[in-house]
């Protein structure tokens, strides 16, 4: 499967302008026989949504829904938006798109609400984190903070998960000797994912600027037992496409199977001891 990442930075509030710019990309991911293009988290309306979210109504969204649902006969999608499930019960969400309809909603269930981060101000938190289908393909989806908490890219480790797709608005923070803490953060977890779980650990992160906080870019693919072997650059605007092979998953779990040797009715008897012993 041929896959195609879109690091850009979409323009705050405007579900229009977003969405033309996603069709465009779209075309031409099509002409260039891609299977599945990835847009980053909230890639339809920018990220520091907080009064403004009011001004973007369910028939704007759901326009664009309809046209992302017609442009996914051709290839499959995933995009990030505000879904407004019903009216005041707005999700972070990231849609998967496919042969004319939504296939995959994951609603995002870690939100961050400290420092320059007011997501609960303005979200509904997710309750499960579920696989679907792509293809052969086992999927799932985890949408920015989700990604730093190893548990729940092990909730789809044991749901038997080849592909991990993680679309993020992560800020550039942290600078010390070897560049910006935060984006050693997510390389070292899309590594630890791809080798010690056997996932295809996409990672997506958006570039540019809202109200002075910088988002950084550095969207990379990783290889189940390999780790990260192709990957953007900061900051900037970028495409970036990578061959999914189901041969990878199967020589990493040969290689070192830790699904086979897992024993998570243990790891529920001990959580069970610990929350409530």
């Known amino acids: 499967m041929k896959a195609r990442i879109i690091q850009f ?6 579900i229009e302008a977003n969405f033309e710019y ?26 520091q949504l907080k009064d403004i979210i009011f001004d973007i109504s369910r028939e704007r969204v759901d326009k664009v829904l309809v046209g992302l649902m017609e442009l996914s006969k051709n290839i499959d999608i995933v995009a990030g938006l505000p879904f407004e499930e019903s009216p005041g019960m707005i999700y972070n969400s990231a849609i998967y798109f496919s042969g004319g309809v939504i296939i995959h909603n994951h609603k995002k269930v870690q939100l961050p ?6 997501e609960e101000m303005i979200f ?27 548990v729940n890219a092990y909730l789809y480790f044991l749901q038997n998960t080849d592909i991990i797709i993680a679309i993020s608005n992560s800020p550039h923070r942290g600078m010390g000797k070897d560049g910006f803490s ?21 990672f997506c992160n958006r570039t540019g600027f809202e109200d002075g906080i910088g988002f950084g870019g550095g969207s990379f693919y990783a290889a189940p ?7 953007g650059k900061y900051y900037e605007e970028q495409v970036i496409d990578m061959v999914i092979n189901e041969d990878d998953i199967r020589r990493s779990m040969i290689n070192s199977n830790y699904l086979r040797d897992e024993k998570p009715d243990i790891i529920l008897k001990e959580l069970n001891r610990i929350i409530h012993g």
Not at 186 to 202: A, M, T
Not at 225 to 231: Q, R
């Open 9 to 14: 930075s979409p323009v705050l509030g405007n």
């Open 182 to 202: 935060s984006h050693k953060l997510w390389e070292r977890l899309g590594e630890v994912y791809s080798i010690n779980f056997h996932q295809n650990f996409i």
């Open 225 to 231: 037992g390999k780790g990260i072997i192709n990957m």
């Open 113 to 118: 609400n400290f420092g320059i981060f007011e």
């Open 124 to 150: 509904k938190a997710g309750e499960n984190f579920k696989t679907f289908k792509i293809g052969n393909f086992n999927a799932g989806i985890l949408i920015c903070r989700e990604i730093l908490f190893p």
């Open 22 to 47: 996603h069709n465009l990309k779209i075309i031409e991911a099509v002409k260039d026989g891609i299977d599945l293009i990835i847009f980053p988290e909230l890639s339809l309306s920018g990220y």
